[in-house]
């Protein structure tokens, strides 16, 4: 989530960072447990929302120095 957020945060919207978060994790992550019968599993995260509008990240203004 961070590495989305650091890649993405200042163009696309949360639902689009949290898809690619998604896309991540399904593609690039497998477990691996001590326990060969758990390794080389794959899971994905299930994202809920009740937004109605796109949030977006937008850059801090630096605030005026005196």
Known sequence: LTNCLQRYGRSLDLMS???R???EVAY???SMASNPEYSGKKQV???VST???DV???PKKNPARP
């Open 17 to 19: 960072i949290l898809t």
């Open 21 to 23: 978060v998604n896309h």
């Open 28 to 30: 690039e992550f497998e």
């Open 45 to 47: 995260s299930s994202i």
């Open 51 to 53: 937004l109605t509008k």
């Open 56 to 58: 977006f990240f937008p």
